[in-house]
């Protein structure tokens, strides 16, 4: 009897992203704060007794193979020949995937959707890897995916896959908004020159706040790759200074862009700028935090 379930993909932020040099790898070693939030693609995942993996999206330019959801499971299964008899159990899912989280826009929706097939299929498939494991084979998939295997409040190392967790960072309500634009990762990167890169001042207040439990130090928030995306994107910056005129007291970028998000303490202000910058034509979202134990308690449970 195949199993079939509706499982919620979160969005995350960077609250800080701090670049701190160059690697030889070509990537870059990070330091940031990264936080799962309520916008979310939804996947339904439905088990089968052949060999097929299928995945199906309601956004026709991500229905390929090459889209991260179906190559986790392809990625998972490659564990279960090393492991597993052949003839035991179910080795098929069909995934349906529906797309909420804008693609490519800095809130790692895609990485989300993977790492999301990743634990619901350890549990519904039975292969039972430990969490440090799914993190390993998450990394093989993106430098995002293995925060979004526990989600939650995370400090993010390496080129983004060495996660540790935090504890819960003060719940805020976000404000989120998309400007008319795409920032290819990659080029955002490549465009950094040694004197953009800083030290982890910035992750580190943010992280000892997060640990004394204090309130978020909301001037703390930082990304290092902002400068670069307001300064080679003008919509990004527009789009910026429209929710400063809204009445959004911060406004940072999430990852790298172009998304950018405002946190608020309370509803009514957050309401408020949502309601300015949606009468004034901007792609918005009024969303909140999501913490670790949400998530586990999203997934289908061993
Ligand atoms: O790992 P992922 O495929 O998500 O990264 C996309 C691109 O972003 C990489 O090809 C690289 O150019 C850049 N990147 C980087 N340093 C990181 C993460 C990503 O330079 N830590």
Known sequence: MPTSVFVPAFAKINLTLSVLGRRPDGYHDLASVMQTISLHDTLRITTGSDEEITCDCDAPELRSPENLAPRAAHLLRATMDETMDETMGERGVAIELRKEIPAQGGLGGGSSDAATVLVALNTLWGTGHRVARLEELAAVLGSDV????????????????????????????????????????????????????????????????IRAGAPLPFARLANTLEAGVFHAYPEVAATRDALREAGAPLVRMSGSGPTLYAPFRRLGEAAAVYARARADGMTVWLCRTVPADEVARSRPAV
């Open 146 to 209: 293995p925060f979004f295997v526990r989600g939650g409040t995370c400090l993010i190392s390496g080129r983004g896959e060495v996660v540790a967790p935090l504890p819960e960072a003060e719940p805020l309500w976000l404000m989120l908004a998309k400007p008319p634009v795409r920032v290819p990762t990659g080029a955002v990167f490549r465009a950094l020159t040694p004197t953009d890169y800083g030290d982890d001042g910035a992750t580190d207040a943010v992280v000892r706040a």
